[in-house]
């Protein structure tokens, strides 16, 4: 499975510590981050590893930056991306489970490389449960249908 991953200057550390981690279960990472400390703008990598995933260039991403929070906004901006932030495994869990998100971010300034180990390995070991939860995540893809047509009004 190959897995794409990005994050600001503030999250260069814990996305090389997730990174080795990844690689080291047989995962095939692809970077689209920074490795410097220089300002490094996140929409920027939250939106490549977005347009990734939704191209189907990989399978699945993470993305980190200090609270998680920008990155994962800029994720989600594109259409087809279900990303979101988790400071803990049980709701990167059932993100995958009921919400099939297929991107999961989470802050360098709010979790220590132990917890976002954890955060990723429920993440990646769970499995989207369809059923119930099918239907809503298909409402998820009609409101950016919507826009779409709105947008091309
Ligand atoms: C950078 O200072 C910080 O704003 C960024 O890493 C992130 O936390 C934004 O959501």
Known sequence: MKIGIGNDHVAVELKNIIKEHLEEQGYEVVDFGTNSTERFDYPISGYKVGKAVAAGEVDLGVLI??????????ANKV??????VCSEP???KLSREHNNTNIIAFGARVVGPELAKMIVD?????EFQGGRHARR???LAEIEEM???KAAE
Do not use: D, F, N
């Open 65 to 74: 930056c200090g609270t998680g929070v920008g990155i994962s906004l800029a």
């Open 122 to 126: 429920e993440w990646l070991g769970a």
């Open 147 to 149: 826009q779409s047509l």
């Open 79 to 84: 259409h087809g991306v279900r990303a979101c």
């Open 137 to 139: 995540v298909e409402m």
């Open 90 to 92: 049980y709701s990167a």
